[in-house]
């Protein structure tokens, strides 16, 4: 306990407004999971793998850690949480989205914590009634604040793809409904024009019920329902099936063209004798088709490559990076940039130089570092390594065995301040691109640029009709459209295919 009293002067409390990094390493992509935990300074609040620890406590003169060591065991199935929730916003990794854990095993985790003091990593086991109030307060305070990370996640989040918000419609407190005596029964409903049983839509001006718009793939309906409408002007239409017991259900509006909120659905679904309090909800929204038709044939299954098994490879260069909600873009950018030589040399390569000239006060807050720390977890191969005793071609679940690495701390730097990258919606890469040009050309003073590789010059010709001169202008760029125009593919055939039924859809206006 002396040696931790003599550095009583230099421990402290979080407060509001400060920031802990408790999940990662400022330098690394180490965690409390890895071989040797983290290490959290009780006075910066910063997080330090032990490669990194000793010489942070050089040179800050800060010499008191909270230690976190965390064990992950994998959960037999009769202690499994329960199942995962349904997914409903067009979001990855965010409360309600894509889930990229869904269907994987389950983990608990236990921490053994310690409080280590440098230079000799003398330790003090924890939990210890005889360590001083101040350091238990210190302790207490880092464990139970929310990561620096975790906040800067949710804060991105609060900006997050998905769909639309619904407005009210204009048709809520005005909507006309016949008194034609139309009952609707709570099941066993049929399009009264066809046998379509299924994405049927209730008019909530007489109660016709019809069936929904057909879908570009030629599943859905057969456009009763729009057709109605075309020739009754009655606006609204709630989709059967849809309907909760707390009054919620899909809501269409012709004249306004979107799906809308209706305040007053229950009341407008009683004057067709319809009581919300026995329905059961039988059919998907029209939010749940969507994210099952792009998860099921476009974007999610090709992100993750269903029907096929992919074999993760291992070493240096063979690291990749987690999804941190719809970061593709981000993803895809700096693994491609950092097989570029001229960026490989800085930030790899020149990496010690740039961790030893940094005298700033939050590395979390350095372009230069969080390069020199992203490039590191991509191509050292630190973080993947193939595990002992594992045959790939048997193996049920690969994903685990090279998880990659979590780039939050990069990711957060290079948005702050960016109206769309500091946000978790889809971005274009090119752009996403320049922006790390930019970025990379304003923290390159005293050095050589290493986008200057991407730069070349532009020879524009002007020929005036009048007198024939010829005139030449020349202007910088960086990167060179490359237009494929549409008869030149191999596929023309398919392409014609497409485009046929995309017109035919098209054509048949359908809404719905």
């Not at 909120?261 to 909800?281: R, T």
Request: charge should be negative; charged fraction near 25%.
């Amino acid at each position: 306990m002396e040696k931790l009293r003599e550095h009583f002067s230099r421990i402290r409390v979080p407060k509001g407004g400060d920031k802990v990094y408790k999940d990662e390493c400022m330098f690394s992509f180490d965690t409390p999971e890895s071989e040797t935990g983290l290490y959290i300074c009780l006075n910066s609040f910063f997080g330090w793998s032990k490669e990194y620890v000793a010489k942070y406590s050089e040179r800050s003169g800060n010499c008191v850690f909270l230690h976190i060591k965390r064990i992950k065991r994998e959960l037999p199935p009769e202690k499994e949480p329960e199942p995962d929730k349904k997914i409903a916003r067009l979001a990855i990794g965010v409360e309600g989205g894509f889930n990229p854990d869904a269907n994987k095993k389950k983990f608990e985790y236990e921490d053994t914590n310690s409080v280590v003091i440098l230079p000799a990593f003398d330790v003090i086991p924890l939990p210890n009634p005889d360590l001083p109030e101040l350091v238990q307060q210190s302790i207490n305070g880092v464990l139970k604040a929310e990561s620096a990370l975790h906040l800067a996640e949710v804060e991105a989040a609060a900006g997050a793809w998905d769909g639309e918000i619904r407005q009210v419609t204009k048709h809520a407190d005005s909507l006309q409904q016949l008194d034609n005596g139309v009952k609707i029964p709570p099941n066993g409903w049929k399009c009264e024009e066809c046998d379509k049983t299924d994405n049927l839509w209730l008019n909530l001006t007489d109660g016709k019920i019809l069936c929904g718009r057909r879908q570009l793939d030629g599943s859905g309906g057969n456009n009763h329902a729009v057709e109605y409408y075309q020739k009754t002007k009655y606006p609204l239409a709630v989709k059967l099936g849809t309907i909760t017991q707390d009054g919620n259900a899909d809501v269409y509006s012709y004249d306004e063209d979107d799906m809308v909120l209706d305040p007053n659905l229950v009341k407008h679904l009683a004057h067709f004798g319809i009581n919300v309090k026995v329905m059961e909800k039988t059919e998907k929204t029209m939010l749940e088709l969507e994210i099952d038709y792009n998860q099921r044939a476009w974007e999610w299954s090709r992100l993750t490559e269903s029907g096929a098994k992919l074999l993760p490879k291992f070493g240096p260069g063979y690291t990749g990076m987690k999804n941190l909600g719809n970061s593709c873009y981000v993803n895809s950018v700096m693994q491609v940039l950092f097989t570029v030589p001229n960026f490989m040399e800085r930030y790899f390569v020149n990496g010690p130089s740039i961790l030893e000239g940094y005298q700033g006060n939050n590395p979390a807050d350095d372009f230069n570092i969080q390069m020199f720390k992203l490039s590191h977890g991509l191509l050292s191969g630190r973080y993947s390594v193939e595990p002992p005793n594992i045959n790939l071609e048997e193996a049920v679940d690969t994903d685990d065995l090279q998880p990659g690495i979590s780039p939050v701390m990069f990711r957060t730097l290079v948005g702050r301040g960016h109206a769309e990258f500091s946000t978790k919606k889809q971005q274009d890469a090119m752009e996403f691109l320049e922006h790390i040009l930019k970025m990379t050309s304003c923290n390159s003073a005293g050095v050589t640029d290493p986008g200057n590789c991407f730069k070349f010059e532009v020879e524009d010709k002007f020929v005036c009709s009048a007198s024939n001169k010829v005139r030449y202008v020349t202007r910088p760029d960086q990167y060179l459209p490359l237009p494929v125009p549409v008869d030149e593919a191999v596929n023309k055939e398919e392409v014609a295919a497409y485009q046929a039924r995309k017109a035919e859809a098209q054509a048949s206006q359908v809404v719905m």
